[in-house]
């Protein structure tokens, strides 16, 4: 049995070191061994130099001083993995687990039934395979041997539900155990040294212990020196010699303001390095930019994501574009990207803003939709070559990964987007190397086998790719001299570092056990010797108790989530108890070194604008609205120009169906005035035009589907409705129609270049004279209520002054809702041209006001307020007596 010697708790790491070789010095001449031919394993690589530099202060000689690793790769190093064998690459072994279930017919029939489950089954195979894989590189050959004769045994005696997870677990077993490969650690197992010692913190190490259990049986002295710390028991004996202190914070934003000011009042005391503790990536990541804007030098040993660098996100942005399912949105979104640069000098400046801008304005949102001989000429070649460019990646045939990778290495090479990858230094020659893409697989190996077998859809490549980029990391280099180390937890044990600084001790982050496998739970996991769910949880405690013996600590998190309430992490509170406990009072408090300044409310008038005599070229019925409503409004939208850009939503909402259904109307109507396929009637007609429509606007029938129903309930209440009209009289005459007058020229010299414009959704013939229709897809109350004071009704009065009367006939206006369940519903605007004379006569009288010069003042008023997007502009939020 391996005597196990428990070191003492001392206050610093830096004193620890000198004491563990003093120790194992003693024993190793109490045992009269020879310290040359003796190992000392530690528990990781960032311990052999404080461990090593310790050793030569005793002035004698040192044993060899390894990790479990870093001995194993010294002795020999690890076989290639072979065609179906673990590569331990995650999206490489996903590929070969589907060509393990391509023979089962259960996983055949769940791919059919259900891809998604299928996907998530190859992830969960995978998953197992890896964990039972690397516990099995754990033991000593002969007990690695059992270990899967326990596992086979333990899952066959399984019953109950779960038949698939028993069936993908049973797979794993046998794919992980059919590894013939000898893994190096088991060169270990032959050596046979003076003597093993072994440094255990933060928990049992199952390699070490299984090294040193069988060297004991064997006859080789072995001693296990045990730095694990009690986190209750810690401070019994004596006080902390430790700066311990804890703050509690506001939201996000203040936890990692306050953890960069604590990390930097760390290091104005002297005390660096400062470890940081990576426990939230998104936070760290906050962190550093805030430390990096004070030039702090920083090391990362967690890295990140290599998904989340701006090289990743341009590639993947290219290759989300050339998904069949791909919309406008995301085309526009690999165009920005500097992987399009050439296209975009190719086809001239202003060609992408002005590609947006027609895309936005159309409500293009699929690529099928997008017209290029509508677009303007530069906007029409940047189109049609970023298609033309991503041709080779669109294939409708499954292919190999080989295959898929050279023609992405074909469109890059096109695009010049290599050399620029391989240019950025934040991920660009990560990427291209974890992609293979400038370099090959080693003959034979479980790579090159994937790459020459696997069989990819153009969506399985683009889902290859995207899980790559996850499981691969950057690690950002070192600028200038070290000042601050980020670190895992469990990595920070034992190290010399000036202060620790532990952002997000609360519950949420700090305690919680990660998670294992999906098909080994907790009760197999005990049973075949897995860590379970209280090994991990007591791990984390003994990683955490290690950070006592640095000079400072600081504890920051936050007290909330949301609206929710936050608590502090149970391993922070039993901290607190040991305080108490040991009678040193509670955690200090940490003291916020930033300076507050008290910055006074700052109110402002209201907002009012000159528009030093100008006046646009024409006006719409809506740029007359916003002037009716709000004239600062109209300063910005129609002298000025701003607009909010239009999202190109996905999925078709109310404005793609009003859209659509506006042009199957004009289509239906046109084709009856002009006689086209006589043979037609008017259902088969109209069901025609919708199928167009639909063709031409880009719409695809699935996400169209609940208009598609509305539509079919509407079309025979509106041929009904249609019919009733004709049969007194009233014929169509002509829809989408653009008008454009000079109404105040006759009145007016000053304005007699001012054009109204707009178009004329339908005009009908009737013995009455002539109709302005405008079809509505909003709710009939709604129209009722905006003609119910015809002055307040702006759009049928600017429509009626389009119009003008013509050969002395009358102009009649309404709006007609195509909504409505019981069928349309026509809303009449009463003696529209009275209307139109008054609202006539008071625009010219705005408008000469602002043609003078006159201000043009924000009202703050109305729902046209609440809902404006100049709201921001004009600062109604800031006026003085405001609400707030």
Partial sequence: MTPDFPLDAAPESAAFWDRLAQRAAAWLESQELSPRDAVLLLPFAQHLAPARRAWMKLSRWQPRIETTHSLASALGPSPLPQAQQLSFDAAIDALAAWALLREQSWAQALRQEDPRAFEAALQRLVEAAHALARAAQLRSPQARLEFWALARQTVAAQSGAGHLERALLMVAIEWAAADPREPATDALFQLRPSAWLHLQSGGPDALADA????AAAAGVPCLRLNADLSLDAVFADAPPQARLEQTVCDDFEDLAQCSAASVLDHLRAGRAPVALIAQDRVLIRRVRALLERQAVGIADETGWTLATTAPAAQLMAMLRATRREATVDEWLAWLKTPLAASLRERAGGGALSALESRCRNRGWSSPQAVHPERLTPGSARLWTSSREALQPLQAGTARSLEDWLKALAEVLDQLGADEQLDRQPAGGPQLLDALWLRRSPWPGSAHEAVWRDSQLSASEFVAWVSATLEAAQYVPPLQGELQVMITPLARAMLRPFGAVVLPGADAATLGPVPPGPVLIGDSLARQLGLPTVEDKRSAIAWQFAQLLRAPALTLLRCGHHGSEPLAASPLLERLDLALQNGGHGRLPLWHDPRIEVAVPVQTHTRAQAQAQGRLPRALSASAVESLRQCPYQFFARVLLGLRESSELEVQADKRDYGTWLHEVLHQFHRERLEGIDPELDDPARLARAGEAQMQALGLSAAEFLPFSASFARFAPTYLLWLAEQESKGQQFAAGELDRVVHPWAPVEPALAGLALRGRLDRVDDSPQGRWLLDYKTGSVKSLKD?????????????????????????????????????????????DVETTASVMLDGLGEDLMAIRRGDPLPALGEGVACDYCEMRGLCRRDDWEGAAP
Avoid: N
């Fill in 211 to 214: 090294l040193l259990c069988e």
């Fill in 786 to 830: 905006k003609v119910a004071d015809p002055l307040e009704d702006t759009q049928l009065a600017v429509y009626a002054v389009l119009m003008g009367a013509e050969d002395g006939r009358p102009v009649r206006a309404e709006y007609l809702a195509l909504d409505d369940a019981k069928g349309p519903v026509a809303i009449e605007h009463e």
